[in-house]
């Protein structure tokens, strides 16, 4: 038995939300968990697996993120500001929503932000330093069912295939809580540290392998391509789902489809960064009329 979903729906109404930070918790080294309130937070909907959303964070001079516009026309006004009073904005995904007391969690992989003042990217940053009260805007979804959840295996699906670092781990959680038991399967996630390795709760039947990183390597070496070169792939109709580093989600997906057969409609990749290059490559902008919705993502050619 395996778990299927339907296809994302063409519409995807997101909304903006003010909300400030309740408590901040480090997971592990490479790891800070901030939660976040705000008043109207039990209307946010979200669809669980990786749903991802919209942060926008304060220059480091502000004390909450400068809008000229949050109505329909927001992006073309975010995009005319001011880079350096604009929010920041960033992609993340919802690891866990509780509508009451209408709180959600995220987790935010810190990528040198922890050692020293200047590493790290401005969300990095953000997250090391946030105290309670500290406030900034997201934008996410209102509906369940919305196009911020890229884990739709289709019917026929005989198991699950995933990779990830851990920029992709809190997705990969909300993935395997989803999973209905008996759900067969195979996850690589590599990490900075032993100690980034987590609990990860799932009814499916989950063989987890964690690679830890080798630092001084990280930029020329790909050690979840190596684990998956080695291992032996189940029987079945595979479905994929690939995220982290843009230059490793391509050379799995083309593993994935050159050697391993897996059908290139039935592998999801998505890059989650990119070594070298900051923040996000924005390729498409959609935004519909009831409510908002944009797709700003890393564009991995294949
Ligand atoms: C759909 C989606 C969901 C995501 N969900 C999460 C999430 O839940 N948790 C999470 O931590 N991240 C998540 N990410 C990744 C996150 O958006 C990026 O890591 C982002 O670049 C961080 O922003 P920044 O301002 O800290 O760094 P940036 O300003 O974007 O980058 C600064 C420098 O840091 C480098 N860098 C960025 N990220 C990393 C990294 N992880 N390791 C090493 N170097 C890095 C860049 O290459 C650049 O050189 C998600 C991304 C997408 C597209």
Known sequence: MTTTAAPAPATAPFRFFDVHVVRSRRLSPSMVRITFGGERLAELASGGRDQRFKLFLPQPHQDRPVFDDTGDGWYPAWRAQDPAERAVMRSYTIREQRPEPGEFDVDFALHGAESAAAAGGPASRWAVRARPGDRLTVLAPVVEDNGGVDFRPPAGTDWILITGDETALPAIAGILSWLS???????????????????????????????????????????????????????????????????????VRRHLVSHGGIDRRAVKFTGYWRRGATAVYYKHHRAHKNGYYIVCRLVIES
Request: hydrophobic share 45%.
């Open 181 to 251: 038991p008996g759900t067969r399967a195979k996850v690589w996630i590599e990490v900075a540290h032993e100690d980034d390795r987590q609990q990860l709760p799932t009814f499916a039947d989950a063989d987890i392998t964690w690679i830890v990183r080798d630092a001084a390597a990280a930029a020329h070496h790909e050690p979840v391509l190596d684990a998956l070169r080695a291992a032996e792939l189940p029987e079945g109709t595979p479905y994929a789902w690939i995220a982290g580093e843009a230059g490793t989600v391509k050379a």
